[in-house]
């Protein structure tokens, strides 16, 4: 089925002949309070395992990143209001980070087994059953979000809360977050949604934010999960402008292709050569 | 005047991206043993069909040597060796992680009757065609591998992509020479020796393009671009170390057409010049992920 916004549709890519609409997240940082309430949700609902207990330094983010065993990373950013300017104070950034759920996904198109797969609600999933624990997920994201668990050897990152979906519920770090700053619904209401709220923010004079993932066209044919920033993508450690690594998939076989072709070619050279 | 870098912002400078979690010696010897065995597969059909019947030998009992270590440290890095089957439930060109296992699972088995033909005698007809469809598949063995690991967010992985598989397919022709010129006195090693001068010339050029392409990242043009992880640190060492190598082995295999010592110490230079290849190609991607000014620079540079 079609949305009206004409986003692509990667359930019925997928092989999802009758499916729900998209569904994904709207995380909007403007109104993240750092309280992390969603990380504790997600570990809580996910029976994700325990991820460190040591304090880094780095403001109050003590998890410091996505990973096997962290879904949802609360991000937190101490920075001058004006920089050169200390009178005017500082401010605090936190956002709330989590997988984004990419219409074209890396880490599905590199899995070698299919334990990723995309849901009937455009989602990526890992089938915990099935992965091999190969890692090859782990450096084709783009994100640095799935990482394989020391414990397990396998790749784990967040379901959207699958289960949850499944059974009509929102997920539990949506549920819990206590300022609406993630927002769960159909994708392309989230879309029209956030496009109201940074008009607002603008004409309320906060300039510098912006939408990030939002797009159908950007690197990753847009996120199934997007954000709404106050700074830069990569001040919050996002990548500014990423492209998925299978865009140049046919390019690198072109090229794989035309080295094996040299190879071939070398065994029939020597096989017509000398016989010296 | 060189242009200083970009200046780039980032999240307390930690990487944007996950690091590989492939071990640092199970899949450089991967990508390192699986270039041996296709490119011994080359080398044993071309020396068969022009009569060089104990090169053949060689490179038959090589390749399968070769690609059965490189299942090993494939199967080890898993971690989950139980496991490896799963890799055959799907067929995916979406993924080189994928076609490899296939191509593995084809190229085993035709590599293994090649060579077990060759040294029973058992059905030489059927030898013969495994022999030469080996030299078929094996060329796609010893090249995948360098759409395995540009197939990633890894940057200097992944803008290498152009020139990596001619620097795989060049590094495992000399490899494979290597061998045979190690192993087979020089009167009868001439197909060898035409397959190491050819692949360690192919490396060294291929390594020069790709060095020049990846120097030129908007941005970063100052200290390198992407091409500084592959020129400094351990894996810029290593390289250096490969690169020296290739020229002695290049240099003693054109030389040493009639001296054996000669030859055999061109062989040994080019297959240590391969296997450091590939652990250097290894370790530069590894040192790119790890820094975020790599992922996020040449990102800035493209808006």
Known sequence: MSSDLGLPDPAAHAGWADHPPRMGFFTDTSICIGCKACEVACKEWNEVPEDGLSLSGLSYDNTVGLGASTWRHVAFIEQPVAPGDPAAGMRWLMSSDVCKHCTESACLD?????????TEFGTVVVQDDVCNGCGYCVPACPFGVIARREEDHQAHKCTLCYDRLGAGLEPACAKACPTKSIQFGP????????ALRVEDLHAAGQDSARLYLDDPSDGIGGGGAFF???DEPEVYGLPPDPVVTTRDLPGMWKHVGIAAAGLVGAAVALGLGKRR | MMVPDVEFTSY??????KEPVWEPVDVPSYLFLGGLAGASSVLAAGSQLSGHRELARVAKVSALGAISLSAVALIHDLGR??????MLRVFKPSSPMSVGSWLLAGYGPVAGAAAVSEVTGILPPAGTAATLGAAVLGPAIATYTAALICDTAVPSWHEGYREMPYLFAGSASGAAGGLGLLAVRPADAGPARRLAVAGASAELVARRLLI???SATPGLEASGGLAEPYEKGRAGAVLRA??????????GAVLGRRRRVVSALAGVSLLAASALTRYGVFEAGMASARDPKYTIVPQRGRN
Do not use: H, S, W
């Open chain 1, 110 to 118: 590199v899995c070698p087994t299919g334990a990723l797969f995309r």
């Open chain 2, 81 to 86: 060796p139980g496991r490896f089957f799963n």
């Open chain 2, 242 to 251: 490969a690169e020296i190598l290739t020229v002695a082995g290049l240099a």
């Open chain 2, 12 to 17: 307390y400078g930690r990487p944007v991206i």
């Open chain 2, 212 to 214: 020049r392409r990846l």
């Open chain 1, 228 to 230: 709404l920033l106050l």
């Open chain 1, 187 to 194: 994708l392309d209401e989230l879309r029209q949604q956030a």
